[in-house]
Each structure stands twice: as structure tokens, then as C-alpha cells.
């Protein structure tokens, strides 16, 4: 996983609350040494992001750094 790259939730999400958004895409904004920021794709609020564990996500589209 790499800044720029397009990722979905794992299947199933390590979180209950996270299956409501299974069926988005999210685009990695910043990585941490476990984690990660992401944001939604298609989301009308663009300054919403999510503050996860990068092993929640699989790469979907890798065209990141």
C-alpha cells in the first residue's frame, strides 16, 4: 500500500460499524508506521477521513508513490 493508491475494505471489516462501507473505495492519503489515513471516494464531504489500520484495507488500484 502506497500514498495514492485506491483501496477497499478487507472482507469481512474488522469492525462491525465498517460494513456499511464495503462496498466503497477510498483513497490512501497518508500512511503511519500501522496505520493509515484514507478518504472516501465519491463522498460529498471531501475533508472527511478515516484514521485506520493499514491490514483493514486491500489495494484495489495501486498508481500511488
Same mark, same amino acid.
Given at each position: 500500500?502506497?500514498? @495514492?493508491?485506491? $483501496? ?7 469492525? *462491525?460499524?465498517?460494513? &456499511?462501507?464495503?462496498?466503497?473505495? %477510498? ?7 500501522? @496505520?493509515?489515513? $484514507? ?7 471531501? *475533508?472527511?477521513?478515516? &484514521?485506520?489500520?493499514?491490514?483493514? %484495507? ?8
Amino acid at each position: 500500500m502506497k500514498v @495514492g493508491d485506491t $483501496v477497499k475494505l478487507v472482507n469481512p471489516p474488522p469492525c *462491525e460499524w465498517m460494513e &456499511f462501507y464495503s462496498d466503497r473505495t %477510498f483513497l490512501v492519503e497518508d500512511l503511519f508506521e500501522e @496505520g493509515c489515513r $484514507v478518504r472516501m471516494l465519491g463522498d460529498t464531504k471531501a *475533508e472527511r477521513h478515516w &484514521f485506520v489500520k493499514k491490514d483493514s %484495507f486491500e489495494v484495489i488500484y495501486g498508481d500511488g508513490e
